[in-house]
T-cell receptor, first 112, second 113 residues
């Protein structure tokens, strides 16, 4: 059974700091990996999708990497801003039906 | 707006009542997924449709839950005899065949009193 772990559960940083969010998964037989952002009480916003054949994806200040063999992914946020405060969820696509298995998320707070 | 939509956005009900949620996927997306998210947890898979066929159901989907996608377009999720433990955010997502990326709706927040 696939399990996705995100540690720590919460993180508080000062504005402007570069930071790395970690994600690990137990079964390396994944199709793709996706990072989401979730604001309190809201749905999920897709940030980056990394296909299994890729090593990384970039969008603006965000960069996500994938190492399937070690079962790890990282989300790098450059020059963090208070508007980045949210919960960041990592999810992997597994199985023939491509359902997503999520971690519990990392709640990020960026202090002005 | 061509994104995934869900209705209602919020639902408050009393224990024992039945509730029904609706999801409208992105047009021409033939895959549709339901997930449930409780406080402090990541979303958990409930069920999956390919067109109108329900191809997978999680063990989380007890006999009180039923989902349909009658014409391969919108989907409904019904919970019968609601319990306080059913209180959660119910999320719907859709994707196209051959494309893995799932696009999520805003969710329906259910509160069972």
């Amino acid at each position: 059974k696939q399990e996705v772990t995100q540690i720590p559960a919460a993180l508080s940083v000062p504005e402007g700091e570069n930071l790395v969010l970690n994600c690990s998964f137990t079964d390396s037989a994944i199709y793709n990996l996706q990072w989401f952002r979730q604001d309190p009480g809201k749905g999920l916003t897709s940030l980056l999708l990394i296909q299994s054949s890729q090593r990384e994806q970039t969008s603006g200040r965000l960069n996500a990497s994938l190492d399937k063999s070690s079962g790890r992914s990282t989300l790098y946020i450059a020059a963090s801003q208070p508007g980045d405060s949210a919960t960041y969820l990592c999810a992997v696509y597994t199985g023939a039906n491509s359902k997503l298995t999520f971690g519990k998320g990392i709640t990020l707070s960026v202090r002005p | 707006d061509t994104g995934v939509s869900q209705d209602p956005r919020h639902k408050i009900t009393k224990r024992g009542q039945n509730v029904t949620f609706r999801c409208d996927p992105i047009s021409e997306h033939n895959r549709l997924y339901w997930y449930r998210q409780t406080l402090g947890q990541g979303p958990e898979f409930l069920t999956y449709f390919q067109n109108e066929a329900q191809l997978e159901k999680s063990r989380l989907l007890s006999d009180r839950f039923s989902a349909e996608r009658p014409k391969g377009s919108f989907s409904t999720l019904e919970i019968q005899r609601t319990e306080q433990g059913d209180s959660a955010m119910y999320l719907c997502a859709s994707s196209s065949t051959g494309g893995f990326e799932q696009f999520f709706g805003p969710g329906t927040r259910l509160t069972v009193l």
